[in-house]
Each structure stands twice: as structure tokens, then as C-alpha cells.
Nanobody, 121 residues
Framework: QVQLVESGGGLVQVGGSLRLSCAAS?????MGWFRQAPGKERDFVAS????????YYADSAKGRFTISRDNAKNTVYLQMNSLKPEDTAVYYC?????????????????WGQGTQVTVSS
């Protein structure tokens, strides 16, 4: 069983930056970030394969967000720049039991509790 703990969320102004971290209790394979805004479904944000060779981004994240990982620390990161009010959501980290990267939530086996990101205008 893998436990995931997200951190780094908070309140930021439009155009600001935040770096989310997700620490895993054990070795992880494919990892992803998803988000859920109030009253909306959970959406894919970014994903990365075990060795980082395969990365996917949602269209809304391309050019502004960067996913990365440090396997020695069992940690995945999401650097978010040029934040917009529509980025406001609870951000969830997810891990899967296979090596590849995937944009589909159903491919993930473990989920964190989430961290709130609020972008104020």
C-alpha cells in the first residue's frame, strides 16, 4: 500500500506561482496530478512515467505547469506558473502500479488527500 501526501498549496494572486509536492511512502511508478474545482468533476492536469520519459499535460496546463519527479525521494512535483483564477481547485496526487504515464484517473491505484490551491484576482 502506498500513501501519498501533498503539500505546497495555498492562496496566491493571479500571475503568481506555486510548487506542489507529493511525497510517497514507498516506491511509485507512473504518477499524476489531478484537480477538482467546486461543483465540477475531477480533471487531469499532468502525468509522468517512472523514469520521466513520458509526460502528458492537459491543454490548460501546457506552457504554464511543469511536472517532475525525484525517485530518490519518492516525490513528484508540480510547478505552476502564471496562475489564473480558473486554476483554483483541490489538487490531488495519484500513483499507479505501472511504469507508464497516463491522463486517465481510472489508471491510478493510489490517491492523496489533496491540497487546496486558490488563485485570487
Amino acid at each position: 500500500q502506498v500513501q501519498l501526501v501533498e503539500s505546497g498549496g495555498g492562496l496566491v494572486q493571479v500571475g503568481g506561482s506555486l510548487r506542489l509536492s507529493c511525497a510517497a511512502s514507498g516506491r511509485t511508478f507512473g504518477m499524476g496530478w489531478f484537480r477538482q474545482a467546486p461543483g465540477k468533476e475531477r480533471d487531469f492536469v499532468a502525468s509522468i512515467s517512472r523514469i520521466g520519459g513520458s509526460i502528458y499535460y492537459a491543454d490548460s496546463a501546457k506552457g504554464r505547469f511543469t511536472i517532475s519527479r525525484d525517485n530518490a525521494k519518492n516525490t513528484v512535483y508540480l510547478q505552476m506558473n502564471s496562475l489564473k483564477p480558473e486554476d483554483t481547485a483541490v489538487y490531488y496526487c495519484a500513483a499507479r502500479s505501472s511504469w507508464g504515464s497516463s491522463p486517465y484517473g481510472s489508471d491510478y491505484d493510489y490517491w492523496g488527500q489533496g491540497t487546496q490551491v486558490t488563485v485570487s484576482s
